[in-house]
């Protein structure tokens, strides 16, 4: 019988200790402020809108309605969701290696034999045997406990990615029905002129019956009516290819999405005030690289415990015998410690510490990366709506100047006083300054979503 247990107590008061000291956080030298942010004011977004739910600055109920559908029903949104689920399940298996292990053996043999020396038969024998063997390793150098937190770090950074992927396909939507709405107020603006036109046609057909226009007038406003009407046709093309774009991001095959015609919102969300540090607390991406740097510095740590002798209490126990099976001297049983120390392994565990240093620096890289491309996404949100903001204002001048200009031009055709030629170039300019004013609105949207979607969502 094994009844060694000398090593146990020290065992014991040794389980806590590691030897691996924890880095440090990565430093990426966050500036202080946004290059653009002091051109903006505060921003006062509603107290009743929920954490998260950006889409509701908007104030757009369709919006809300499909952005809820692909947090449901979103294929690639699924695949990521299931995914962390994996990555969560593994940190039970990680929990559980700290316990005991147990297994247990039932076996019954037959045999027989004959004599060696008299030539007399032999008899006929049945063995059997009955055990039980635990196990369990006292995590004397961390490993065990390195790498369970390497496994919860790394089901934490698959849990951030399920938000950024949530985030991305929201933000893809988002665009998507604004470029959408921005279609249907070109085809509704188009629709508009074709009307115009086709009372300008009218009033030069009129003239030309009167002797006071010419042939060449009627047929110009007959070419722009035309060219009009196939304009408002293409939009068609564009909206159904958009259409189906988000049909797919809802999880519904094209042919049985539908969305009707709507409006395109004219109010901007005002933009709210931020630091780069706070771009950290909101980015899901930004979280999930550092979880991963998180989750490499822990192997470290377990592969410097491998350096090191394993230590197990084992214990056995069972009946064998060809007799009676629980008779007394079938009986047996073991109990002790087990210290294993690697001697020779032709450098795998060198080659495994260069391979966890070498991980670890890869993901402290990824994360600088990630939030360098999270600065300047920021950034060029920020600039762009700044921009946008004075171009649109600068168009709708455009717009009021051309509309005057089409309206004088149209007038003094009327009177007499002007050629059909120059109302005709009043016309087109004016529909044109309109169909930018709608592009510009609809680009300020979007790049509306593309800073709340580099913020994090969490406006």
């Known amino acids: 019988m094994k009844r060694s247990l ?3 107590p020290v065992s014991v008061l040794l389980a806590g200790c590691s030897l691996v000291a924890p880095k440090q956080h990565p430093d990426v030298g966050l500036p202080a402020n946004f290059k653009e942010s002091g051109i903006w004011k505060a921003g006062h977004p509603a107290a009743h809108v929920p954490h998260g739910d950006w889409w ?17 029903s979103n294929a690639s949104l ?19 290696s700290f316990l005991p292990t147990l297994a247990a053996d039932a076996s019954a043999t037959r045999s027989s034999g004959r ?32 790498s369970a937190r390497a496994t919860t770090a790394d089901a934490e950074s698959a849990a951030a990615d399920v938000e950024a992927t949530r985030l991305s396909l929201q933000s893809q939507a988002a665009q998507t029905y604004f470029s959408l709405r921005s279609v249907d107020a070109q085809r509704d603006l188009l629709d508009r002129q074709i009307q115009s036109y086709e009372k300008s046609l009218e009033i ?114 069972g009946w064998s015998g060809s007799g009676s099976l629980f008779a007394a001297p079938a009986r047996f049983w073991s109990l002790g410690p087990d210290l294993a120390a690697p001697i020779l392994d032709g450098g795998q565990r060198l080659a495994a510490k260069a391979q966890a240093d070498a991980t670890y620096d890869q993901t402290v890289a990824d994360y600088r990366q990630t939030v360098l491309t999270a600065l300047q996404e920021t950034e060029d949100s920020l600039s762009t709506l700044r921009v946008l903001e004075h171009e649109a204002q600068a168009q709708q ?42 592009d510009l609105q609809a680009r300020r949207l979007n790049a509306s979503v ?10």
């Open 6 to 8: 000398t090593l146990a």
């Open 56 to 72: 509701k600055l908007f104030h757009d109920q369709e919006l809300s309605s499909l952005l809820t559908r692909v947090q449901v």
């Open 78 to 96: 699924a695949s990521a969701e299931a995914k962390a689920r994996e990555a969560a399940a593994l940190i039970i298996s990680a929990r559980l």
């Open 115 to 146: 004599s060696g020396t008299s030539g007399s038969g032999g008899g006929t024998t049945t063995q059997h045997a009955i055990s039980a063997t635990s196990s369990w390793e006292i995590d004397l150098w961390g490993r065990l406990r390195h």
């Open 204 to 317: 030069t057909k009129n003239r030309y019956a009167q002797g006071v226009a010419s042939q060449g007038d009627v047929a110009q406003a007959e070419s722009q009516l035309a060219a009009t009407r196939s304009a408002a046709i293409e939009t068609g093309v564009q909206r159904a290819t958009l259409e189906h774009a988000l049909a797919v991001l809802v999880g519904q095959a094209p042919s049985s999405f539908s969305l009707g015609k709507g409006s395109l919102t004219m109010s901007v969300p005002g933009v709210p005030s931020s630091t780069p540090s706070r771009l950290l607390e909101r980015r899901p991406d930004i979280s999930s690289a550092e979880r991963r740097v998180a989750a490499a510095n822990e192997r470290i740590g377990a592969a410097k415990a491998a350096f090191f002798p394993t230590l197990s209490l084992g214990a056995s126990g």
């Open 397 to 438: 001048a455009a717009v009021r100047a051309a509309r005057d200009s089409e309206r004088i031009a149209l007038n003094e055709y009327k009177a007499g006083t002007n050629n059909y030629l120059n109302v005709s170039v009043a016309q087109a300019a004016a529909l044109t300054a309109e169909r930018n004013a709608l």
């Open 450 to 459: 593309s800073l709340m979607t580099a913020l994090g969502g969490a406006w």
